[in-house]
């Protein structure tokens, strides 16, 4: 079956730190730039960091600069999204996407229509609270 699977969501302190993964199943991410994305209730859902499938290029949604880093090992068919100094309004589902070829980062985070990526993760719960 050919899927993407998020995992590393959970329950953290404000200031704590996550650890996301994106593993792809069925399938090698080489030629897939990556995104991930996040829904809070009652809001849309909105990227939050994105990853180029072939020069490494990375983008960051402002709220998330400096805190987020996105990283990708095609040979382990999987990228990950390490989240510090989290924030109580880092509270949401976060998902992963992939979008064959060479989707600029910034598109595929911010413009692309989103039903057009080839393949969704089932999301992860991230709760910021104390």
């Known amino acids: 079956q050919l899927q993407l699977v998020e995992s590393g969501g959970g329950l953290v302190q404000p200031g704590g730190s996550l650890r996301l993964s994106c593993a792809a199943s069925?399938?090698?991410?080489?030629?897939?730039?990556i995104g991930w994305f996040r829904q809070a209730p009652g809001k849309e859902r909105e990227g939050v960091s994105c990853?180029?499938?072939?020069?490494?290029?990375?983008y960051y949604a402002d709220s998330v600069k400096g805190r987020f880093t996105i990283s990708r090992d095609d040979a382990e068919k999987t990228v990950y999204l390490q989240m510090n100094n989290l924030k109580p309004e880092d509270t949401a589902v976060y998902y992963c996407?992939?979008?064959?070829?060479?989707?600029?980062?910034?598109?595929?985070?911010?413009?692309?229509?989103?039903?057009?990526?080839?393949?969704w993760g089932q999301g992860t719960q991230v709760t910021v609270s104390s």
């Open positions: 069925g399938f090698t991410l080489e030629h897939y730039a």
């Open positions: 990853i180029s499938s072939n020069d490494g290029s990375t």
């Open positions: 996407a992939a979008d064959w070829g060479l989707t600029p980062v910034r598109s595929m985070c911010m413009g692309a229509p989103q039903d057009e990526f080839e393949y």
